[in-house]
C-alpha cells in the first residue's frame, strides 16, 4: 500500500550523492522535500498560463485567477474549513503569525490584556507578542512543561483570568516532537470565552489536520514544510474573527475603494492578501497537498510513527546519549545531544557521512533555557524516509560517538 521505492521516485533529490555517499535527508522539520508534480506545476504554470490574477479581464488572468483560487479551495479541503473566505494566504507560519498578532492585537487587546503561549514555541510565537508587547503593554504567560517535553495542564488552566485574550500554542514542538492535546487546550480555553490560535507548521507535514474538529480559531502553517514551495503558507481563521480583525498590510487587492479621503477594504479573505499573491507558489501548494492527500496523512502518520519509534529505540540502546522530549504523542521529531560533544560537531560529523540533520536552538531558545542547554542535534523524518536511512543515521551517530 504505502510504496516507499515508488514513492522516493517522485523526488528527484534523493538520490543525488553529497561527498560521494547517497544522500540521507533527515531535516524535514526545517523544509521538506518537493516531488516532481509540485515543480512541474509550477513550471508549467510559468510557461503557459502566467498573468497576475484577480485584475485581469484577458484570458491568461483569469486562467491564472482559476487556478489560485482553486488552490485556495484545495487548501480548504486540506485542513476542512467551512469556507474559502477563511483560508488566507501568507508567505509562511511566521508571517501567519506577525499577521495575527498585529491584527488580533489591534482588534481585541489593550495594556494588561493576556495572551497564553507554551514553553516549547518557536519563535515566530513568541517574538510576534513581544512585538505587540512593546507596542501596547500586553503580558505574555507561559504554559510550563515536564521533563519529558509534555505541557502541565493544570498550569495551564492556571494561567486563566479576566484578562486572558487569546492563547497560541504549537500543534507540534519542532524540537521535542510533542504532539500536544491542542483539541483539550481549546475545549478549555472555549469554556473560559477565549479563542485559540495553532501554529500547525509541524503538524500539517505528518498528520490529518481537521480545524472544526479542533474548534481551531486560527491555524497556521507554511507550504515549504508540507512538500510545497518556499514562500507561501496559510493563515486559517474562523470567518466570524477574521471579520472584526483590521487589515495587516495595506496596498493593492485588500482594497475595494480608494479615495484620499477614505478607503474601504475588500472582502475576506482578500481583505488580508495586500499586493500580488505568489500565485504561481499556491499552485505548487495545492499540487503538494494533493499529493500528500492520495499518499493519506493516516498512512503517513503510521509510515513516520514507526521510523520515529525504531530510531528511538536504537539510539536509546546507545551510551551516553541523551534525547529530550520523551513524551507520550510524539511527532517525527528525536532531538538529543550524545555526552559532552558539541551539537555542531555531531552535525558537521553526520553531513561528512550524507546525513543532513539540524544543529542549533532550531528558533526555539526559551525552550534551550528550560532544558539548560545551548543546543540539540536533530533529526526529522518525512514521509519518503526508510528504515534503512534511519539504519546509516544509526551507524552515523554511533561512529561520530566513538570516535570523541
Ligand atoms: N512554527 C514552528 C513550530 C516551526 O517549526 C517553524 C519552522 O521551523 C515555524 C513556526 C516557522 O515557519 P516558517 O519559517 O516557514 O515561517
Redesign the pocket.
Known amino acids: 500500500m504505502y510504496d516507499i521505492a515508488k514513492i522516493r521516485e517522485d523526488f528527484p533529490i534523493l538520490s543525488r550523492e553529497v561527498y560521494k555517499r547517497t544522500l540521507v535527508y533527515l531535516d524535514n522539520?526545517?523544509t521538506t522535500q518537493k516531488p516532481r508534480v509540485v515543480v512541474d506545476a509550477m513550471t508549467n504554470e510559468y510557461y503557459s498560463v502566467n498573468a497576475n490574477v484577480h485584475r485581469g479581464v484577458h484570458f491568461l488572468s483569469q486562467q491564472a485567477t482559476e487556478l489560485h483560487e482553486g488552490s485556495r479551495e484545495t487548501v480548504r479541503k486540506f485542513v476542512n474549513a467551512r469556507s474559502t473566505n477563511e483560508i488566507v494566504f501568507t508567505?509562511?507560519?511566521?508571517?501567519s503569525?506577525n499577521l495575527l498578532a498585529y491584527s488580533f492585537g489591534e482588534a481585541f487587546m489593550k495594556e494588561g490584556d493576556e495572551v497564553i503561549v507554551s514553553t516549547m514555541?518557536?519563535h515566530?510565537?513568541i517574538v510576534p507578542w513581544q512585538l505587540l508587547q512593546a507596542r501596547k503593554g500586553i503580558v505574555i504567560r507561559v504554559i510550563p512543561m515536564n521533563d519529558a517535553g509534555e505541557l502541565l495542564m493544570d498550569e495551564y488552566k492556571k494561567l486563566f483570568n479576566e484578562r486572558t485574550r487569546l492563547v497560541s500554542v504549537?500543534h507540534?514542538?519542532?524540537v521535542l516532537g510533542t504532539i500536544n492535546p491542542v483539541k483539550q487546550m481549546i475545549a478549555y480555553a472555549h469554556e473560559q470565552g477565549v479563542p485559540v490560535a495553532v501554529?500547525g507548521?509541524?503538524s500539517t507535514p505528518h498528520m490529518p489536520v481537521d480545524v472544526q474538529d479542533l474548534d481551531a480559531d486560527f491555524f497556521?502553517f507554511?507550504g515549504?514544510?508540507v512538500y510545497g514551495p518556499t514562500g507561501v503558507?496559510v493563515l486559517y481563521g474562523k470567518e466570524n474573527l477574521l471579520e472584526k480583525l483590521p487589515p495587516y498590510q495595506g496596498g493593492g487587492e485588500m482594497i475595494q475603494r480608494v479615495s484620499f479621503e477614505k478607503t474601504t477594504f475588500n472582502e475576506l479573505p482578500f481583505k488580508f492578501e495586500a499586493g500580488t499573491p505568489d500565485y504561481i507558489a499556491t499552485t505548487g501548494l495545492a499540487k503538494a497537498l494533493d499529493y500528500v492527500s492520495a499518499l493519506g496523512m493516516d498512512n503517513i502518520y503510521l509510515h513516520e510513527q514507526e521510523l520515529t519509534s525504531y530510531a528511538m529505540q536504537q539510539l536509546q540502546l546507545m551510551p551516553e546519549i541523551h534525547i529530550y522530549g520523551t513524551a507520550k504523542e510524539k511527532d517525527a521529531v528525536i532531538s538529543f545531544n550524545v555526552g559532552n560533544i558539541h551539537h555542531l560537531d555531531i552535525g558537521t560529523l553526520l553531513d561528512r557521512l550524507g546525513i543532513a540533520v539540524r544543529t542549533g536552538h532550531?528558533?526555539a531558545e526559551p525552550l534551550m533555557q528550560r532544558l539548560g542547554i545551548e543546543g540539540t542535534v536533530r533529526a526529522s523524518f518525512g514521509l519518503y524516509n526508510t528504515k534503512e536511512e534511519v539504519d546509516t543515521f544509526i551507524a552515523g551517530v554511533d561512529r561520530v560517538r566513538k570516535m570523541f
Open positions: 522539520g526545517a508567505r509562511g507560519t511566521t508571517e503569525m514555541e518557536h515566530s510565537n504549537a507540534v514542538s519542532n501554529d507548521a509541524q497556521a507554511s515549504h514544510k503558507g532550531h528558533c
